[in-house]
């Protein structure tokens, strides 16, 4: 049941933190050029979005669930079934980013989210 | 035109970063799990668990890569699709094989070789994709969008 839960967690989480970090990456607008100056500036301006500190501890929650599950079981368990973070990714940001995810991206998205459950578990 | 093929291209560097540092940060991070042993759910067996590894130099290492991952990840985010860039990035695992295969002469089994080819198939097919579908969220930068 523990562990059910901790896979909740672990999806749940890294998947809304992205979410919430993409946010405030948009918001805070593309760096101007890709040079290391441009994107530290770019990073530390990110940083400061309310969006990024509303991410950080869905991940970081995500995080530890993902260690403790780590200590665990095998990766060869705990990845195959955190590969469903792809489909729930793709779902977050059609509904609250307001991407355009058509047939071609979806498609893409659940044969990756097999793909990463068979290599996982081979 | 020339705009699209820039923004394909800073996308895939961007893409390739967060890939090589995923891959290091995922492989420190399991080494250095496994020599701090099983998390015992207790008091106690939480506090040895913390304690283990904020000294274990395995895990940091392991933890720098993954912001390196963070960054990238954020930056490229800024201007592409969260759905064009979280399944690319999946690539990584396509790349754990190779590299098993090539550099540690691993044996890889048939169903691990089915899920690179269905990565590698969903990839390019979002691939094929336009990075971009939103409009430019800061209205000042609206133009190089």
Redesign the interface.
């Known amino acids: 049941m523990l562990t059910v839960l901790l896979l909740f967690i672990l999806i749940c989480g890294s998947t809304g933190g992205e979410v919430a970090i993409a946010q405030g990456a948009k918001t805070t607008g593309e760096p101007e050029r890709m040079r290391p100056r441009e994107i530290l500036i770019f990073l530390g301006r990110a940083i400061c979005s309310g969006w990024f500190w509303l991410g950080i501890p869905l991940m970081a929650l995500s995080f530890f669930a993902l260690l403790i599950l780590l200590s665990w079981h095998p990766l060869s368990f705990v990845i195959p079934i955190s590969a469903l973070s792809y489909v729930v990714g793709a779902l977050g940001a059609k509904y609250l980013l307001g991407e355009d995810v058509n047939t071609a991206r979806w498609a893409g998205v659940i044969l990756v989210c097999a793909g990463v459950a068979l290599v996982a578990a081979g | 035109m020339a705009t699209e093929s820039r923004l394909r291209i800073?996308t895939l560097?961007m893409v390739l970063a967060m890939v090589v540092c995923a891959v290091a940060g995922d492989l420190m991070?399991?080494r250095g799990?496994t020599d701090?042993?099983?998390?015992h759910?207790t008091t106690h067996g939480l506090l040895h668990?913390l304690a283990s590894?904020s000294t274990n130099a395995t895990i940091w290492i392991g933890i720098l890569f993954l912001l390196g991952f963070?960054?990238s990840?954020?930056?490229v985010?800024?201007?592409a699709?969260?759905?064009?860039v979280?399944?690319a990035g999946?690539f990584g695992?396509?790349l754990?094989?190779f590299l098993a295969v090539v550099v540690l002469h691993e044996t890889?089994?048939?169903?691990?070789?089915?899920?690179?080819?269905?990565?590698?198939?969903?990839?390019?097919?979002?691939?094929?994709?336009k990075p971009r579908?939103?409009e430019?969220?800061?209205p000042?930068?609206a133009a190089?969008?």
């Open positions: 800073k560097i991070l399991k799990m701090a042993g099983a998390v759910f668990f590894i963070m960054a990840q954020m930056t985010m800024s201007w699709d969260y759905s064009y979280m399944p999946a695992y396509a754990q094989t890889v089994s048939a169903k691990r070789w089915i899920g690179v080819l269905l990565i590698c198939v969903g990839v390019i097919l979002v691939g094929q994709t579908t939103t430019c969220a800061v000042e930068k190089a969008c």
